[in-house]
């Protein structure tokens, strides 16, 4: 009988993941007031990559290094060093106006506006190139982290 039972279990949730989409999950909707402002296009770097660890460990959870100025075009790249999972997010009320669109646009594999995807892995690295952004600060967080103090800033320089 439990051999029957386990059975019209997997069966029931079988049945529910067909008439359910197949199984695939529900893509999130995105908030357009936020990010779809205008028509943005990704544009890929044009200059340099700078480098952000993402660590947690035994001094805390943070970026290093936590604060970076780039020039406009150039791109960053956050990697996990440890204490994931880890992720890059981004405030849109902190940035220059009517950048959040273009930033958005490109964030590659985002979950949400402006958030990027969790990196799990040790050495998983992300890449935003800050083509077309306009200058100014850009105020990011890690999202599982933000309550432990793990916040940066991109200064996007002309």
């Known amino acids: ?14 049945v529910l993941l067909v008439a359910c ?26 200059g340099a990559t700078h480098d952000v660890k993402m660590i947690g460990d035994a001094n805390g959870y943070r970026f290093d290094p936590a604060n970076v100025t780039i020039r406009a075009g150039d791109a960053v790249r956050w990697t996990n060093v440890s204490g994931g999972p880890h992720n890059v997010s981004f405030w849109a009320d ?33 890449t935003v190139a800050f083509a077309g952004l306009a200058p100014g600060v850009y105020h990011y967080y890690c999202t599982p982290h933000l309550a432990l103090g793990m916040r940066g800033t991109i200064t996007v320089r002309p």
């Open 1 to 14: 009988m439990l051999r029957s039972a386990g059975r019209v279990t997997t069966i029931t949730l079988l």
């Open 21 to 46: 989409g197949g199984g695939k999950a529900a893509t999130p909707a995105r908030d357009t007031a936020v990010v779809d402002a205008g028509t943005p296009t990704t544009a890929p770097a044009t």
């Open 94 to 126: 902190s940035m220059p106006a009517g950048a959040a669109a273009q930033l958005g646009a490109q964030m590659p594999n985002t979950t949400d506006p402006l958030i990027g995807p969790l990196l799990v892995e040790p050495n998983a690295a992300y």
